[in-house]
């Protein structure tokens, strides 16, 4: 299932993206088929030839680039590792980490809905758990001394 770049310029023109990537991530729904099928429009959104790189930067503002690789492959596993723990030198990601994109999210929303367009307010959202962490070269280096 692909989107026709015509709806995922409507989709990142007035914001409704911000309730695709909420479903993806299970803020407005538990149904996994319903967060697989978000996924999926996702992954139609960023290799879109017309509005991908649009999507991709939007998502590479609130996700870590290792979930964006799955929802790029596979929707199914995507999902899966949205909702676990992970702390290796590619990925640290966990439940107050998702609590924060969740807040981010929300408040992107609500500002859309009072404004009743999308100015997207987003700067890369920088995760507390991340704030002293170095990353070279796409690891956590903390995580890679650990590692070793």
């Known amino acids: 299932m692909c989107c026709s770049s015509l709806v995922i310029a409507e989709l ?15 803020f407005s729904t538990r149904d996994t088929r319903t967060r697989i099928a978000a996924a999926s429009v996702l992954r139609c959104s960023i290799s879109d030839s017309q509005h991908g790189q649009r999507a991709l930067s939007l998502l590479s503002l ?7 690789s799955y929802v790029a492959s596979d929707c199914v ?29 929300a408040n992107e929303v609500s500002a859309t809905e009072r404004m009743g367009e ?21 690891l956590f280096i903390n995580s890679v001394l650990m590692f070793r």
Request: some cysteine; charged content about 20%.
């Open 62 to 68: 609130l996700l870590p680039q290792p979930i964006i």
């Open 77 to 105: 596993r995507a999902v899966q590792v949205f909702d676990e723990f992970h702390e290796s030198p590619e990925l640290i990601w966990n439940e107050p980490m998702r609590t924060e994109l969740k807040t981010l999210i």
């Open 118 to 138: 999308w100015v997207p307010q987003m700067r890369p959202l920088v995760f507390e758990q991340l704030r002293d962490e170095l990353m070279v070269c796409a």
């Open 12 to 26: 990142l023109r007035c914001g409704s993206i911000l309730f695709v990537i909420s479903a993806f991530a299970g």
